[in-house]
């Protein structure tokens, strides 16, 4: 099957420093890839769409200027949290699509847990 | 506007039963439809999707789900429950149109426990 990699699974960063997350579909190329941000117990909440090689997409509420994203390429984009809080923590996972049309199928990644001290 | 509500927050059923989470969905357009399976700190993986053709969708680890279009409905199911299937559980419409064209629309998620 599709598989997605992310990393780092895990980080913990002081408050002010920032923090760059990696989304790797590893066996399909997507032209599209969705960030999520997800908070205990709770569903999943789209910050962004990423098509490569074109500026991101930023949902309603995001700030585009401290959730920074590329998508460099047809297997990679990244989200860079800048000046990242204590509030920035959260689990964050990104989703890669295969492109297949109506039958498009979404494949996500392990995600990433990050700590603002 | 795209929806689907997973009306039960949480499901128990005892290994060995089978085992239903619900879900039931809004669309403006075509149903195309999935299932996704959720453990602890990972992200979330693919079960099953309904595009079109066979209302019944067979999936990953033995799961299915029925595609009823009248009662707007995509039930996940499996006949048989192991305790690994514990798990939260999420339903997703994705959206076939205009800007938001590939946008999933997440249910708030059905934790299922299968105990022993």
């Known amino acids: 099957g599709a598989v997605v990699s992310q990393h780092p699974s895990r980080v913990i960063c002081k408050s002010g420093t920032s923090v760059k997350i990696e989304c790797r579909s590893l066996?399909?190329?997507?032209?599209?890839m969705f960030w999520y941000r997800q908070f205990p117990k709770q569903s999943l909440m789209l910050m962004a769409t990423?098509?490569?090689?074109?500026?991101?997409?930023?949902e309603q509420g995001v700030e585009k200027d401290k959730f920074l994203i590329n998508h460099a390429s047809l297997t990679l984009s990244t989200l860079t949290v800048t000046s990242a809080h204590p509030e920035d923590s959260s689990f964050y996972i990104c989703?890669?699509?295969?492109?297949?049309?109506?039958?498009?199928?979404?494949?996500f990644g392990p995600g990433t847990r990050l700590l603002v001290l | 506007a795209q929806s689907v509500a997973q009306p039960e927050d949480q499901v128990n059923v005892a290994e060995g039963n089978p085992l239903t989470v619900k879900c039931t969905y809004s669309?403006?357009?075509?149903?195309?439809l999935f299932w996704y399976v959720q453990y602890p700190n990972r992200g979330l993986q693919f079960l099953l999707k309904?595009?079109?053709?066979?209302?019944l969708v067979k999936g990953s680890y033995g799961f299915e789900a029925e595609f009823n279009k009248s009662q707007t409905s995509f039930h996940l199911k499996k006949p048989s429950a192991l305790v690994s299937d514990s798990a939260l559980y999420f339903c997703?419409?994705?959206?076939?149109?205009?800007?938001?064209?590939?946008?999933?629309?997440f249910g708030r998620g059905t934790q299922l426990t299968v105990w022993p």
């Open positions: 989703s890669a699509a295969d492109g297949g049309g109506a039958g498009e199928t979404q494949y």
């Open positions: 066996d399909f190329q997507a032209t599209t």
């Open positions: 990423s098509n490569e090689g074109s500026k991101a997409t930023y």
């Open positions: 669309v403006s357009g075509n149903p195309y």
């Open positions: 309904y595009i079109t053709g066979d209302n």
């Open positions: 997703a419409v994705r959206d076939d149109r205009g800007s938001t064209l590939g946008r999933l629309y």
